[in-house]
């Protein structure tokens, strides 16, 4: 497995501001994910993060609203912007090793 | 469309006994199952998986079946412990789908001392 550090681990956000999520794995891995989990429900896709390419978004995401960095092997940042209410949820960064996955801890985030 | 389908929100089971979480799923194109357990406040903890070319896999306490013509897997914790109280997740993925996970809503499991 790898460790996962996500940052930060909870944060209380004022609506129309942005939150930027930092994900750091201690090992280097090609594939980086980030999902969300919405409050009773279960985890979905955000996107997917390479290293040295554009992060590719599942639908109903889009680049302006959640936008990604992945500027090495072991770190990756997702942007939270402009936020609403409708934005509160925890989101979790995963790494793949071989053909499973792991997970951070989650950042849970609250809008006001 | 839930691809992924954990029928159960939740289950309740003494101590001892042995707990089975059972995930349904409907895209036939999924090769690899994974069990997730996770606690509030933290992130899912990887449990086990299976490969679609398997029928069973075991870890420990942990078993998991698969059954391809039904599109059904079950996870069977024996014995049960009271830690073992928490979400339990499926998810799926396809060897198309380059790493992504499709997840189940979740199963709650308590187990009583």
């Known amino acids: 497995s790898a460790v996962i550090s996500q940052k930060p681990s909870r944060d209380i956000c004022q609506r129309g501001t942005s939150l930027t999520i930092q994900c750091q794995v201690d090992s280097q891995v090609t594939m980086m994910f980030w999902y969300r989990q919405q409050p009773g429900q279960s985890l979905t896709l955000i996107a997917t993060?390479?290293?040295?390419?554009?992060?590719?978004?599942e639908s109903g995401f889009v680049i302006d609203k959640f936008p990604i960095s992945r500027p090495n092997l072991t770190f990756s940042t997702l942007t939270v912007s402009n936020m609403s209410p409708e934005d509160s949820s925890i989101y979790l960064c995963?790494?793949?090793?071989?053909?499973?996955?792991?997970f951070g801890a989650g950042t849970r985030l609250s809008v006001l | 469309d839930q691809q992924v389908k954990q029928n159960s929100p939740s289950l309740s089971v003494q101590e001892g006994r042995i707990s089975i979480l059972n995930c349904d799923y409907t895209?036939?194109?999924?090769?690899?199952f994974l069990w997730y357990k996770k606690y509030p406040a933290e992130g899912p903890t990887f449990l086990i998986s299976?490969?679609?070319?398997?029928d069973k896999n075991e870890d420990g306490r942990f078993t998991v079946f698969l059954n391809k013509s039904a599109k059904h897997l079950s996870l069977h914790i024996v014995p049960s412990q009271p830690g073992d109280s928490a979400v339990y997740f499926c998810?799926?993925?396809?060897?198309?789908?380059?790493?992504?996970?499709?997840f189940g809503q979740g199963t709650t499991l308590q187990v009583k001392p």
């Open positions: 993060a390479n290293q040295g390419s554009e992060a590719t978004y």
């Open positions: 998810a799926a993925s396809g060897s198309s789908n380059t790493g992504k996970l499709i």
């Open positions: 895209n036939s194109m999924f090769d690899y």
């Open positions: 299976i490969s679609s070319i398997k």
């Open positions: 995963s790494v793949e090793l071989g053909p499973n996955q792991y």
